[in-house]
């Protein structure tokens, strides 16, 4: 029996409307008319505060902190689910799939390190529609910074004497200043190199002379990140022959401050 070509291509046409038909319907009627609708998911708040190691209360930004990270891990599959937070935004609040987490819970800097943890908050209970309320959390950070200054004058050196092309310097004060505040009695290490040579602390009412500090040295301390101003005096016998007064803003932890105090030659008797 010969079949008529047209015929054919209609019955084609038919039939891939037919398909199309089926499929429409189907997506409208929802996928499934008699599969159960998905539940809808739960919501968990959080709330955070940090203190310094002191115990005293700081800021995201002291603490160079940049997000509170959260891992959720669902006891009844073992998915991990991640949740992360500004670190100013307390409280903030995030949705999920229902079930029972056990809750890991992170103060982290802006490169995902971590900087702080909280206790971890173990069998919560996540309803579909609900908002549950984690235990406030209070992370204890380090809000130190490092400062590390060097000393430099204008001559070769800065402890050679004057005839040797050096300073003369014989002796050597430090003030260091919260600005807006009083003296920061803090300690410095002195080093050349990876040798220690010593410390210097800061004492703003009667500043010890030290010997002279010479231009490859360096001087490290931890201290609150905030601004300061530094006065370092070079003394040629008792006479404050080179002065520095630079003013410093030390940054939050991770990010250490190096400075040279530049030393300039007071024109004045016995210099």
Known sequence: MLIDASDCHKRTITGLWLILANLIAFVSSGGCGGCPAPSPPGSISLAWSITDLAGQPTSCDRANAQSVALQLRNRASGNVVAATFSCPSSPSTTQLPAGTYDIVIELHA???TRLATAPDQAGVTIVAGQLTQLTPVTFAANTQGRLVISLA???????QPTGMTGAGITGITITLVINGDGCA?????RSLGTTQRGTYTVNCSSPLVTTCIEKDEILATDLAAQGYTIHVRGKIGAVDCWRGDDILEVPPPGKPLTHTVGLARQNIPGC
Do not use: H
């Open 153 to 159: 004058t204008a001559a070769t050196t800065n402890c």
């Open 110 to 112: 802006a490169d995902g």
């Open 185 to 189: 009695p803090v300690t410095f290490i």
